[in-house]
């Protein structure tokens, strides 16, 4: 289901590594993917756990997943292409290879400029076109379709779409066809099953709490591969 | 100009703080804030330099500004309002004390997040409206109502909007009457010309490489005086 990974036991999963507040978040992030890095695509870091750790544990911590994985850097940029592009410099050398940006930014000297240093560089974009949250019904929700206008324009490899709202997610396959991947976050605390989203037409589910607060993250994924069989 | 801010001397800038690449961005941003601290009403960092610094020595940087300035993060959040709070209570213990979001999240679960966690542990909200590339045409400037309403609801300290567009300044200014500062961006460098924001009805004018890339940044400032007067 995603290309250019291997696909023998592993679940179109990635994992959404948001460490507890007080733990140490270094040991727990390397614990999850010491645990897990066989049986999932990729993992997905957020901005709390990027200022908690600094450039140097960041870089131990990408550094443990393995190199065909999917390293998401989700900062969900949303600022003029410079500056956007400045930022997925630093995250590149730090060990990532594919970056979350938003679709509202539009495509002129915004997304038009992190593809063109992806296209050189290497490195797979992401695209926000609807979110998890229901604020994502007020602005977001109503420009889709511009936002899949500007997603195809910049050649985004993927998109990210609510497993919350799966009508959003068949509007957006039917519309992209297979030519982009869908990325679905949304997925168990925040009300949708593991297997929703993929049956609504999305490529990879992103779970977090799920498994990584379970009692025994290996066990859990074992136990969903009955879901997406 | 600026309420709760000694306004003697200050002009109504706040100072953007990115260095040029391959410099120490410490030593950079320690001897712009020490030069010009007395000048101007706050200073702004981005995530390039958040990247850069890490914790311990942006919270050294941003130390140095006057406790009773803008400090304001430009991180330009755009999450779910839980992780958009998770990274602000980070950037609070660092020494920041005004944070930009973009209002395209929405309201409910998101902006409404940030406003109450703001509100009750202190600190600004600034909402971005609309940008200063060309790409904010393509979707942004199209729902700049629907923003307005939400930065209002929120009840945000004040917006984002480009010097470089003061038509839209004015709209925002009718809309939202002097409950609201107006923070414009894209003077410089970018097109727009000191004091050209303040003309349409904006607050406070963000400034960067025209003073932080001057050979004498406070010499640059005072020269500005006359424009502000």
């Known amino acids: 289901m995603v290309d250019g990974l291997p696909r023998s036991v592993r679940l179109p999963i990635i994992i959404a590594l948001d460490p507890p507040y007080g733990v140490d978040p270094i040991g ?62 630093r995250l590149k050398d730090i060990g990532f290879n594919a970056f979350i940006v938003h679709g509202f930014t539009g495509y002129r000297d915004a997304l038009e400029k992190v593809s063109g240093y992806l296209r050189n560089s290497g490195g797979k974009m992401i695209t926000v076109v609807s979110m998890s949250h229901r604020g994502s019904i007020e602005v977001i929700d109503g420009v889709l379709d511009k ?15 609510p497993a919350t709202r799966p009508k959003v997610i068949k509007i957006i396959r039917r519309k992209l066809g297979g030519k982009v ?11 949708a099953y593991p297997g929703d989203a993929i049956k609504a037409g999305a490529d990879i589910e992103i779970i977090g709490r799920l498994i990584t607060r379970s009692s025994d993250p290996r066990r859990t994924i074992m136990e969903l591969h009955s ?3």
């Open 181 to 191: 991947k869908i990325l679905s976050p949304g997925i168990g605390v925040q009300g």
């Open 28 to 89: 727990w992030c390397q614990g999850i993917i010491d645990d897990t890095v066989d049986m999932v695509v990729g993992y997905k870091i957020g901005l709390p756990l990027v200022l908690d750790c600094g450039r140097n544990d960041l870089g131990e911590i990408v550094g443990r997943m393995g190199s065909d994985l999917l390293r998401i850097a989700d900062l969900k940029l949303a600022d003029i292409g410079d500056i956007m592009v400045s930022v997925i410099r």
């Open 227 to 229: 879901v997406y069989r």
């Open 147 to 161: 936002l899949l206008d500007i997603a195809l324009k910049s050649g985004s490899w993927g998109v990210v779409a």
